[in-house]
T-cell receptor
Framework: DGGITQSPKYLFRKEGQNVTLSCEQN?????MYWYRQDPGQGLRLIYY???????QKGDIAEGYSVSREKKESFPLTVTSAQKNPTAFYLC?????????????FGPGTRLTVL | AQSVAQPEDQVNVAEGNPLTVKCTYS??????LFWYVQYPNRGLQFLLK??????LVKGSYGFEAEFNKSQTSFHLKKPSALVSDSALYFC?????????????FGQGTTLQVKP
């Protein structure tokens, strides 16, 4: 977990609300990622960014949005359009996207819809 | 399509016995393979990876994994299990060519080590 911080650790959302999950890294990594984890389903990629001011959709981007204005920050917004947002959200980063670089993960944010 | 399979939802071993957590993969090019461990309500911790070279890869906490190209497998092993090894283990693959950095994860295997 070292070098990547996520906040808050726990987040509760009411129906119809947008919420933003924070991810910050001090590893000087170019690439950053957001994954969603559900029980028994492994991790699924939501969005990723290879460089500042650029990002791409992953496998399950609907109902989510991101920004990458700074190299060290990659916040994720869970919008009201996301029908089933209750999950554990993990942010990761790597030196570069692709190739042999290892992705390192933050401690996660658990989002619960009330 | 790229995929990873972890055929066992749970593996039970006694402390001190060897353990194996299985992983098979399917990619179009040469695979880059990774193992991660997750403790409850925590992020994933990197254990080891195979990129190229020696088929036996050694990683953190005494874990190792063997890459077998003919069987498209990358099983995680440890000679002597500890109770503290009890956790959720994920195998992941990144295919080549492809420059997105996208990792494909297996569904995870829960390892239970009993004293």
């Amino acid at each position: 977990d070292g070098g990547i911080t996520q906040s808050p650790k726990y987040l509760f959302r009411k129906e119809g609300q947008n919420v933003t999950l924070s991810c910050e890294q001090n590893l000087n990594h170019d690439a950053m990622y957001w994954y969603r984890q559900d029980p028994g389903q492994g991790l699924r990629l939501i969005y990723y960014s290879q460089i500042v001011n650029d990002f791409q959709k992953g496998d399950i981007a609907e109902g989510y949005s991101v920004s990458r204005e700074k190299k060290e920050s990659f916040p994720l917004t869970v919008t009201s359009a996301q029908k089933n947002p209750t999950a554990f959200y993990l942010c990761a980063s790597s030196i570069l996207a692709g190739g042999r670089d290892t992705q390192y993960f933050g401690p996660g944010t658990r989002l619960t819809v009330l | 399509a790229q995929s990873v399979a972890q055929p066992e939802d749970q593996v039970n071993v006694a402390e001190g016995n060897p353990l194996t957590v299985k992983c098979t993969y399917s990619v179009s090019g040469n695979p880059y393979l990774f193992w991660y461990v997750q403790y409850p309500n925590r992020g994933l911790q990197f254990l080891l990876k195979y990129i190229t070279g020696d088929n036996l890869v050694k990683g953190s906490y005494g874990f190792e994994a063997e890459f077998n190209k003919s069987q498209t497998s990358f099983h995680l092993k440890k000679p002597s299990a500890l109770v503290s090894d009890s956790a959720l283990y994920f195998c992941a693959v990144r295919d080549t060519p492809g420059n997105t950095g996208k990792l494909i994860f297996g569904q995870g295997t829960t390892l239970q080590v009993k004293p």
